[in-house]
């Protein structure tokens, strides 16, 4: 119904070729990998796509997309009440489990938060409970993570491919265990590459600049960037997404190296 209202509605049909649905009810994780731009950019980008096939290699993972609506979208939706849902099944952002934002250029964050808060979830981590996903981050622009560290419960730093799948297992746990938000995210922080905002406290200067990192869980001072060691043994794409309608880098993407971050 919505799509007849905007432009570009291939944007929001989901079901493209090689594009992964699966039963919810069969699996123990739900994974909504969030693009903050809209469709046309993000399925551009390959990481995306990397990670989306690696978790859904999981028979036990579903892993569905979402990218930021356009303007006359989102003016619908708002005036509709209508939540931003995910591509593959329609399922609303705030009922997966673990929300991934791919955080590439600075100029999306104000994205970011505008579609946490088209999903009806609390902008900032201090203020979701247990009944919310939780929200995490990496990409380049996660080196420097302070910007939007009171919005998100964890950032990956560094290469995602190994340590998302050792977060996803570490959900999976807690939820079976019936872990509150705060020992998830201790477990988390065990994690090589992986940055919990709430356990640090920075003192910054009149300035703006920073002044002192006061750690706030012991042995937990510094994290320590992830990556891959060796390139040829990760996993690559064998059946990328073919979308609808022409993107922005419209070509076969092909990963010889890593290391601009």
Not at 35 to 45: A, N, Q, R
Not at 97 to 110: A, K, M, P, R
Request: hydrophobic share 40%.
């Amino acid at each position: 119904e919505l799509i007849a209202l905007v432009s570009s509605p291939s944007r929001y049909l989901g079901g493209e070729i090689n594009s992964i649905k699966k039963d919810l009810s069969q699996v123990n994780l739900k994974v909504c990998l969030a693009f903050p731009d809209v469709y046309e950019i993000g399925m551009s980008h390959m990481g995306l796509q990397i990670l989306y096939h690696l978790l859904n290699a999981r028979h036990d993972i579903a892993t569905e997309r979402v990218y930021a609506p356009g303007l006359d979208m989102e003016s619908v939706m708002r005036e509709r009440s209508v939540k931003l849902t995910s591509l593959e099944s329609a399922l609303p952002v705030g009922n997966f489990d673990l929300v991934g934002f791919s955080l590439q250029y600075e100029l999306s964050y104000t994205n970011i938060l505008n579609m946490l808060d088209l999903s009806g979830i609390p902008l900032y981590a201090s203020q979701r409970t247990e009944d919310y996903p939780l929200i995490i981050a990496g990409g380049p622009c996660a080196f420097n993570p302070e910007p939007l560290a009171d919005f998100f419960d964890a950032f990956v730093i560094g290469d995602g491919e190994e340590v998302l799948l050792e977060i996803c297992d570490c959900v999976i746990k807690a939820k079976k265990e019936k872990r509150n938000k705060s020992e998830v995210l201790n477990v988390l922080s065990q994690i090589e590459g992986v940055y919990i905002p709430s356990f640090f406290k920075f003192i910054y200067q009149e300035d703006g600049r920073v002044r002192e990192i006061i750690p706030l869980k012991q042995g937990y001072e510094r994290v320590k960037k992830r990556f891959v060691r060796c390139l040829d043994e990760t996993p690559f794409i064998c059946n990328p997404i073919v979308p609808y309608k022409k993107i922005v880098h419209d070509r076969l993407n092909l990963e010889i190296a890593r290391g601009c971050t």
